[in-house]
Structure formats: structure tokens, C-alpha cells
């Protein structure tokens, strides 16, 4: 599918590529560029790519592919590092939960004779770094893909690498993958921290009570609350408009709960839980409940 392809950044995701590579040999070379030591070593240890570069430059060179793995904060250092390495006519996609501002920086380096595809594999877990990496994390999940450009034969060599990893891939604009990620994605994160920090920050003498009897609520979402907080501040960061407008209603959606529990409005509570009942069962029938 591609002669050599580079990936940049191997944590969770970088990684579950990575070894997904390896399994499927898609490509005949696959280089990597990490700067954390902790993840080379794991990488030499386990084996997953023996091509390791010390420098961006030299890890694009040549590289028909290559993947952002990486924060969201670290694409513009990267992009520039490599705009002079870059091989001719190359796709450069990437991992990231938002693509707005990040294809604003695509277009601000006006790099040419180089496609830039976007890309977001919606699959993860609240683990990080390439230890937590796994080649079947994208088994029957969703790639959305992003063209901004019409780049239709590039967009398709894309389409088949995830179709390859295992995805199913729909394509979407920019905008409505910003904002459909802001409801199904960094809403519920924005609600776990505070659901998270709140419990904890209650009086002290209950912290043991607290934690002994989270059971399947609190767990839950410190599950969610325990992803990557250098990943997180940068999607709230570069997602601020969407996720605003969507806390806002949260806010208004919270009152009216507030209102109804007040007035002890049982009919009220009733309609609101019976049509979250009704959500869960969609969700469970469109296979997306894992």
C-alpha cells in the first residue's frame, strides 16, 4: 500500500498502529519519532520497529505516509520541523480529536505538492503511552476522515489504510466533526473531571467512604477523568467554541433538572430518565456499546 510510512508520536494510539503495521505489513519500511525515552525503551523492547529516528527530519524523509500521533499543541512544532523533508507529493494525516485549528495551521505553512488528509480513529482508552498499546484497537470501530482539499485519490489511499487497521471510516467536514465530537466526545470528559472533582473534593473524612463505595457511577467516570490531561487540555483548548455552546445547554439542562427535583416534580424526572433509557438503546443497537 505504501512504501514507508512514519509515524510520529507512539503512544496508545501511535503504537496500536504501529503494531498493527507490523501484523499486516502494509508497508514494505515504517520508521517512528518519539521523544519520550520511557516509550523508545518500550518500543526496543517490545520489538515494534527497529528504525528509530532521532530527529523529525530524517524520520519523514522519504516517507510516502506520515501519521500525527501526537498532542494537539505538537503539530505546528512538527510540521515545521519537517516542512523542508517532506517528501514529494506525500500524505500527512493524523489522530486528533479536533481539526479546525489544526487545518488552519496546513494552510498558514501552504506546504506544496504535499496532501493533507485528516483523520480520527474514535477508538481508545483511558491507558496512554505504547505499553497500552494494542493492534486490534481499531477493530470495528469508526475512522472519521476529513478532506478539506478534494483530494479524492488521496483521500482513498487513506479510506483503505483504516478499512485495513480494521475501522469502518466515514467521511465528514471539519465543522461537523468538531462539533459532533464536542457532544459525543469532550462533553462527557468536561462532566467526568467535574463529576470527578467535586466527590473528591467534599469533606475529607468521607474520602475513604467515597472511594470504597464508587461502585458502577463514580467508577465510571473516573475511568473517563483518568485519560491523558496533556491530550485533554489541548482538545478543550482548540474545540473551546463548540464545547462552550454545548456546556451552555448543559448548564441550561442542569437548571431544569434542578427545578424539577425541587418541586419534586416526579413527572418531570420521569420524562427526563425515560428518554436517556430510550438513547442507551439506540446506542446498543447501532453496535457502539463495548
Not at 20 to 45: L, M, P, Q
Not at 216 to 234: E, H, K, N, V, Y
Not at 248 to 276: H, Q, V
Request: overall charge positive; some cysteine.
Amino acid at each position: 500500500m505504501f512504501e514507508k510510512i512514519c509515524i510520529i508520536g507512539c503512544g496508545l494510539i501511535g503504537s496500536s498502529i504501529l503494531r498493527n503495521i507490523n501484523d499486516k505489513k502494509i508497508c514494505k519500511r515504517v520508521t517512528v519519532y518519539e521523544k519520550s525515552k520511557g516509550a523508545i525503551e518500550v518500543i526496543k523492547k517490545e520489538n515494534l520497529c527497529d528504525d528509530i529516528s532521532k530527529d523529525i527530519q530524517s524520520a519523514v524523509k522519504d516517507s510516502d505516509l506520515v501519521i500525527l500521533s501526537v498532542p494537539l499543541s505538537s503539530y505546528k512544532e512538527v510540521l515545521l520541523a519537517g516542512k523542508d523533508h517532506f517528501k514529494d507529493k506525500a500524505i500527512i494525516t493524523d489522530t486528533g480529536s479536533v481539526k479546525k485549528e489544526i487545518n488552519k495551521i496546513f494552510e498558514n505553512l501552504n506546504l506544496k505538492n504535499i496532501f493533507w488528509v485528516a483523520s480520527h480513529p474514535i477508538a481508545g482508552t483511558e491507558e496512554s503511552g505504547p505499553a497500552a498499546g494494542f493492534k486490534n484497537l481499531f477493530k470495528n470501530r469508526w475512522t472519521i476522515i476529513c478532506d478539506s482539499k478534494n483530494n479524492k485519490e488521496q483521500v482513498e489511499k487513506i479510506k483503505k489504510f483504516w478499512e485495513f487497521l480494521g475501522s469502518k471510516v466515514k467521511l465528514m467536514s471539519i465543522e461537523d466533526h468538531d462539533y459532533i465530537l464536542a457532544l459525543t466526545s469532550h462533553l462527557p470528559h468536561a462532566v467526568a473531571y467535574n463529576i470527578v472533582k467535586t466527590a473528591m473534593n467534599n469533606d475529607e473524612k468521607f474520602r475513604d467512604e467515597i472511594i470504597k463505595y464508587s461502585a458502577g457511577g463514580l467508577r465510571d467516570f473516573t475511568r473517563i477523568a483518568s485519560s491523558d490531561p496533556l491530550m485533554w487540555r489541548d482538545i478543550f483548548i482548540d474545540n473551546s467554541e463548540n464545547i462552550i455552546k454545548i456546556l451552555d445547554e448543559f448548564s441550561r439542562n442542569i437548571d431544569d433538572f434542578k427545578k424539577a427535583i425541587t418541586e419534586k416534580n416526579g413527572d418531570k424526572l420521569l420524562k427526563i430518565f425515560a428518554s436517556t433509557k430510550n438513547v442507551r438503546k439506540e446506542i446498543i443497537k447501532a453496535g457502539q456499546d463495548v
